[in-house]
């Protein structure tokens, strides 16, 4: 029983979504630590792939029982590996660069603001489904914890 309830409604949506921003924010966080390494070339992943990649399991989901319930079937992608237990990695395809492949006389391709840009866009992100998903499981508590008289 606690299985579908944790799987109902937006919950493994939310899930997902966390493990991908969480995931990628490592990822833009290895690029900020090597801002001033020679040769180093930031790499990042495309959330607007993710995002797809996401819909299309949702939509899937809603084909299959309506959406109310069941776990989300994702599909790995070229950047973006699920494993059978839900849990993501990131592999960043070569030449895709968070800064638009400009190199500096270091041969690094550093561009700060664009590189906090998509660290805040990330946090906002991860943010949001956050916060949707403490109001769903602050709900989910608020009903285990009635009583019935």
């Not at 309830?5 to 630590?33: C, K």
């Not at 906002?124 to 956050?130: D, E, I, P, W």
Request: charge should be positive; proline fraction near 3%; glycine fraction near 10%.
């Amino acid at each position: 029983m606690l299985k579908e309830t944790l799987q109902a409604g937006s919950l493994p949506t939310l899930e997902a979504m966390m493990r991908f921003t969480g995931q990628r924010q490592r990822l833009l966080a290895h690029n900020v630590a090597n801002l001033t390494t020679p040769n180093f070339q930031a790499v990042d992943v495309s959330p607007k792939a993710f995002q797809e990649m996401l819909g299309e399991a949702v939509e899937a989901r809603r084909k299959g029982n309506g959406g109310v319930g069941g776990g989300l079937e994702m599909r790995s992608s070229r950047e973006v590996r699920v494993g059978t237990d839900g849990e993501m990695s990131l592999r960043p395809l070569k030449g895709r660069s968070s800064v638009g492949g400009v190199l500096l006389h270091d041969r690094n391709d550093r561009d700060v603001e664009r590189l906090m840009q998509s660290m805040t866009e990330n946090y906002g992100a991860y943010r949001v489904a956050a916060d949707l998903m403490r109001s769903r499981v602050g709900v989910l508590r608020t009903a285990i914890s009635q009583r019935v008289a």
